[in-house]
């Protein structure tokens, strides 16, 4: 006999459909009409009548009829494929209720701390906890290496003790920041620009990870930038106070004024970089003005790069009076390498002075004493190596033309600029052009100042070059030679294209 729907009351609807699967068992004929009374439990599944179904196209042989949804095996007849509470539920994935995850919310790249949501402010608390862990690491890394030339220009002396040493390292620590200190010969203040540079650059990285600890953004930037200035300064203070004794002093108030200066200005970059706003604001210039900002850093890079080749140059050619004042201080193979690193942190100071010298103004050493390349007049100098190879006499003729060194870069830069943007007008072409000068005079000049300082009293009250001078000359020449050049490079440009 043949089963019935009532030989099998607690089988669901469709139940003999899914036990064959194969395609010759699925119903060609058309569905009959049915109704709640023929199906056994309607109450438990509801199944839409043959009323409820969308009114389909008569093809007219039903043998061809492609199976609608209610008739494939493989999904459920009650629900047809529409996806009910049971069969998906609000917390499954790709649910279309599952809220989508913001940009604040996704996985940060290894290494860094997830960003707190948009809009939630920084809390200054956690600014300043970030600034102060980072610009004390800062300190750490560069205060070791000073700590190391001091240890080992005093190992094996009695006559000074570890904490006189331990003060005498942090009053070398400081003025690598520009903080001088008083002497018995007189005040100390020429940095080092060696350790400058060392302590520069972990300040840049101590702003951008502070500004990546705590997630700012770009509005946030200012605000990660004082609290490195206010830690990074009572670090100099208290670092003051723990270095003065009775043969050196120095101010706390200066020390944390200079320290705190040094540490926003360098802190900056970092921070802006980090949070974005410095790509923001790079945008918002004109393009003139960001051919001039990057021709004017080429130019002052290489300037100061031939002036480090002629510092290096003439130490080389004067090496064995160089040798002559390392045996004068008798201190041994330790203590000759106390007097080697120092001479490697002055390195980058004569780099500058060389680099004056090829602008024209030179650089002086000592009350009245300057060094140019068509007079040099020098007293008595001190007995360090590095100071070795300053020239005794004006330059020869073929040391003369590096004075060319400074306008044929300003040149080069021009050349580029009128090559590169064809289409600018004259005035964005000879305004950005001009504009490298002032950027690269600005440059050296902050540079030229660095470099400069007291090593004393008397002879050695004026070390080093002028700023403002070097900075106004070397405006006006890679200026005038950039303006010039491109200005040429446009005319001659144009004759060849016209022929």
Known sequence: SADTPESHPDDAPGEDLRADRSPDSIPTDPLPETTDESIPHASHHPVPTAADLPDEPDSGDADQREPDDGDRPDQDPVSHGVPTEESEPDDQPGSPLTPVPTADERPTPRGRPPRPPAGDPVRPSSVLVAAAATGGWAAVVSFAP???????????????????????????????????FTAPHGSVGLAPLGLTALIVWRLVRAGAHTARAVGATPHEAPHVIGAVMVGYGLIGGAAALAGSSETSEISPLRALLTTGV?????????????????????????APARAGLRGGAFAALVIAGAGAALAG???????????????SYQTG?????????????????????????????????????????????LGALPAVPVLAGL??????????????????????????????????????LLGGS???????????????????????????????????????????????????????TRLLDGQQSGS
């Open 146 to 180: 000073v700590l190391v030339v001091v240890l080992l220009a005093w190992f094996g002396s009695s006559a000074v003790s570890g904490g006189s040493a331990v003060k005498f390292a942090l009053a070398g620590w400081l003025l690598g920041h520009g903080v001088p």
């Open 262 to 286: 040094l540490a926003g200005l360098a802190a900056a970059p970092g921070a802006l970089a980090e949070t974005g706003a410095a790509a923001r604001l790079w945008d918002r210039l004109p």
């Open 313 to 327: 140059l003439a130490t080389v050619m004067a090496y064995r009076d160089a040798l002559d004042l390392y045996g």
């Open 333 to 377: 193979v330790v203590g000759g390498a106390g007097i080697t690193l120092v001479c490697l942190l002055y390195a980058p100071n004569l780099a500058i002075w060389g680099a004056s010298y090829l602008v024209g103004p030179g650089f002086g050493f000592g009350v009245g004493g300057e060094v140019t390349v068509f007079d040099v007049s």
């Open 391 to 428: 020239p005794t006499g004006p330059a020869p003729t073929a040391v003369a033309v590096l004075l060319a060194i400074p306008v044929l870069v300003g040149m080069a830069v021009g050349v580029a600029a009128a090559r590169r943007n064809r289409d600018w007008t004259w005035a964005w």
């Open 434 to 488: 001009a504009l490298t000068g002032p950027v690269a005079g600005a440059l050296l000049g902050a540079a030229s100042f660095a470099a400069s300082g007291p090593l004393g009293a008397g002879q050695l009250a004026q070390v080093g070059p002028v700023a403002w001078l070097t900075a106004l000359v070397t405006a006006g020449v890679v200026g005038a030679s950039a303006a010039l050049a491109a200005a040429a």
